[in-house]
């Protein structure tokens, strides 16, 4: 199988799929629930909103940062869990392992770790994340699009260059970044107009001069939504990047229930 086969592979029977399309969705809807030009909302705003309710909408679907399992009082983390979430939001979580994924940022690029896998954020123009120009993003954007690439589509390194790239061909070489962990990039975008966005997953190519800008990626918006249902809890925040397969877990309560027994005790 091919490394693009391999990693949608792994990730998707993991759940990690599901629930960077959920937490999508999510931020997205609830940005465009408070975006308002007449309020003085602009394209920036939108913008910074978005990406802070998606890193926000994936600590609490990874159980991260302040959405861990630190105790044992499973109604308690739900409160914090479901806190300002839509029904829909609530219903549609995908249900992961709480160890997981773990936070894994770069160089304070947040960033997120299944097993020897990292993921990070990138916007761009809606109908253009195909041409992402790397080098007018930031310098860790830049580090994680000079990873070597596992699999070169051409037999000859010049082949894979666009013609006006040839003339930076050493020094691109000469740049290739080798980091702790394999990391891809999810990018991320939005027409307030239609209300459509994009999302997709893929390994970056840097691509000075205009060329190609990714060496593979996959459209995360086919893939089908979660059925539902809760984070399933264990142990405190992981402080790395490996996972704990053989831990025992626990399914959290469903909210209603909890609400129930409240309701039941006078609370």
């Known amino acids: 199988m091919s490394e693009q086969e391999d990693v949608i592979a792994e990730l998707g029977g993991a759940g990690v799929l599901a629930a960077l399309r959920w937490a999508h969705v999510s931020a997205t809807a609830r940005s465009l629930e408070t975006y308002s030009e007449g309020d003085g909302h602009d394209a920036a705003w939108l913008g910074n909103t978005r990406f802070t309710l998606y890193r926000d909408r994936l600590d609490r679907v990874f159980a991260c940062e302040r959405y861990a399992v630190h105790s044992g009082n499973a109604d308690a983390d739900l409160d914090v869990l479901y806190d300002q979430l839509s029904e829909v939001d609530i219903e549609t979580m995908p249900r ?31 109908g253009k994340l195909g041409q992402i120009p790397w080098p007018q993003k930031s310098p860790t954007k830049q580090r994680v699009a000079r990873q070597r690439n596992p699999e070169p ?3 000859s390194l010049f082949e894979d260059f666009a013609p006006e790239e040839i003339g930076g061909l050493i020094a691109a070489l000469a740049a290739v970044e080798e980091l702790d962990l394999t990391t891809y990039v999810v990018a991320h ?24 800008a990714w060496h593979w990626r996959h459209d995360l918006m086919g893939t089908p939504p979660a059925d539902g249902g809760r984070r399933i809890d264990d142990a405190p925040m992981p402080t790395g990047p490996n996972t704990v397969p053989d831990a025992p877990v626990r399914l959290r309560r469903p909210a209603e229930e909890v609400r129930d027994d409240r309701a039941s005790d006078g609370q």
Request: aromatic share 4%; glycine share 14%.
């Open 96 to 126: 992961l392992d709480a160890v997981q994924v773990c936070r894994s940022n770069l160089n304070g690029s947040p960033g997120w770790a299944c097993g020897r896998t990292r993921i990070l954020l990138a916007s761009g123009p809606y």
């Open 153 to 155: 589509p051409q037999p």
């Open 189 to 212: 975008s939005l027409d307030p107009l239609s209300r459509l966005s994009e999302l997709l997953l893929g390994r970056p190519r840097l691509n000075p001069g205009g060329g190609q």
